[in-house]
């Protein structure tokens, strides 16, 4: 070991004391040559990492609007593996995947393309999420460079928006590439509602269809038509009509009992479609659940209910000689109502128009309420309190019959919670049913293990639930077709349904 030891090579800054009583400056990961990247003409924004419809929307939208914006395909497995090879070790699914997509893309776009590595660094600029986090979402972008640079791409421009700003952004981007706009936001939100409105809808009627694989064809025709809306600059609202009448198409079955499933947890690994989740909403239709998936709509109400919880938190501070109305925090809290406002008149619009009549938007001081006794409101990390509020409403209002928590492996912030506090709602309410479980890349077989035992238990209880109730002699024909959305106490669709028809 002693021989060892001495053969280590001192690094030639070891003792270097030069630091001290030197003026502190910002540490930034520039390239090492300089570069001279093409104009805003030639430059092209790379982005993803949504639902699959919603990144097809998304470039849909952006497109209409002048900007040369692609949306990276979904990432898969091999993403996975890119992202580890080229990535720092123990980082979490998000990022290896979201990193090794990105390498992969600009892998393909020089080895099966043709564009040499500094063409590439030249003319592309990846957009992603960013801002603080108590865990590695703070240092996604230097990730991102660090694999980046790994794979010969070093200089490549990297710019992430604040998840927390909304429309506030933009102002430190140099060369004006990025159009941080009130304009680019409300065309951005406009596409990811519908991409939610027609995402609910399609695990809405999937586990009922007659036909397997009309759902997903009705849903490809729907993408279709709000894609050629936004390109040519038609009405989404006579756009969602038309999806109406394509829907209405699906045959449905929808008097099966199916088991109820909430999937929530980290918002990454509850929302991506794929290998990122092991598939986890597909795998759970092919075992016979209908599936509620948490939008990304949550999301922007969250930030929005958040941002207005800190104006007011602020308020509430004593400061001598302040201002008795402080204009700059009236101004945020109408700008916040307003963007409130905006969003659930977008939501409901477009919802009614395409037949989607039963879904309620979160209301979050709701949801606050229901989780402020066992989750402080004040930690804002990952979902935050959302998780706890949506297993105790689940349970209070009989919304699922089985809820499940899903996050990367190593998770900090919602491990903390579903590992640690759900123990104590569960504790409290026995009747839950509740499973936390973690990706991790591999290990699919032990995943789908663990959900498959938990979701016995809920085909069970949905089960029960549709028969002890009295059937009617005869069903009218409406029951199977998706726009019959009955309100009742029951979980189960067809439970719902047959309950209402008395």
Request: glycine fraction near 8%; hydrophobic fraction near 35%.
């Amino acid at each position: 070991m002693n021989a060892q030891c001495s053969s280590i090579k001192v690094q030639e800054n070891n003792g270097n004391l030069d630091f001290i009583n030197t003026d502190e400056t910002q540490w930034r990961d520039v390239p090492k040559k300089p570069i001279q990247y093409a104009p805003k003409e030639e430059t092209i924004m790379l982005s993803g990492g949504l639902t699959i419809l919603q990144d097809q929307l998304i470039q849909a939208a952006l497109q209409s609007m002048g900007e040369n914006y692609i949306s990276m395909p979904n990432p898969n497995f091999e993403s996975f593996q890119t992202g580890k090879a080229f990535g720092n070790r123990g980082q979490c699914n998000p990022t290896y995947f979201t990193v090794g997509n990105l390498v992969k893309y600009l892998q393909n776009l020089r080895d099966e393309k043709g564009l040499s590595s500094e063409e590439i660094v030249q003319k592309y600029v990846y957009i992603t999420a960013g801002g603080c986090g108590p865990c590695r979402f703070g240092m996604y972008i230097t990730e991102y460079k660090k694999a980046l640079r790994d794979a010969g791409f070093e200089g490549l421009r990297i710019t992430g928006f604040e998840h927390d700003k909304g429309i506030f952004q933009g102002d430190d981007i140099e060369d004006g590439i990025l159009n941080f706009t009130p304009t680019f936001f409300i065309t951005l939100i406009k596409s990811v509602i519908i991409g939610d409105i027609i995402n609910i809808l399609g695990y809405k009627m999937r586990p009922y269809e007659v036909e397997a694989g009309s759902v997903d064809t009705a849903i490809e025709r729907c993408r279709d038509l709000v894609t050629e809306a936004f390109l040519e600059k038609k009405s989404l609202l006579k756009t969602m009509w038309k999806c109406r009448s394509v829907l209405e198409q699906v045959k449905l079955d929808r008097l099966q009992p199916k088991a109820k499933v909430m999937v929530m947890g980290e918002f990454w690994a509850a929302m991506t479609e794929g290998d990122g989740n092991y598939n986890l909403h597909r795998f759970l239709e092919s075992e016979g659940a209908e599936c509620i998936p948490q939008p990304i709509l949550s999301r922007l109400m969250l930030s929005l209910w958040e941002a207005e919880r800190d104006v007011l938190k602020g308020e509430s501070l004593q400061v001598e000689g302040a201002k008795k109305i402080d204009f700059s925090s009236l101004k945020t809290k109408i700008l916040l109502k307003i963007g409130k406002i905006a969003i659930k008149t977008h939501f409901n619009l477009y919802a009614k128009a395409i037949g989607l009549h039963d879904y309620e938007i979160p209301d979050m001081d709701k949801l606050a309420n229901l989780s402020k006794e066992y989750y402080t409101l004040d930690c804002e990390g990952g979902e935050g309190h959302l998780e706890v509020a949506h297993l105790i409403e689940s349970v209070k209002e009989n919304i699922a019959h089985l809820v499940i928590s899903v996050k990367p492996f190593g998770c900090m912030p919602s491990s903390a919670v579903s590992d640690g506090v759900q123990s104590l709602v569960t504790s409290r309410f026995p009747e839950a049913n509740f499973l936390a479980i973690e990706t991790s890349g591999e290990g699919a077989a032990n995943f789908y293990s663990r959900v498959q035992m938990a979701l016995f238990k809920a085909k069970q209880s949905a089960k029960e639930e549709f028969e002890v109730l009295d059937k009617p002699e005869s069903m009218p024909e409406k029951v199977h077709n998706y726009l019959y959305q009955p309100h009742s106490e029951k979980a189960g669709t067809a439970a719902q349904i047959v309950a209402s028809l008395k």
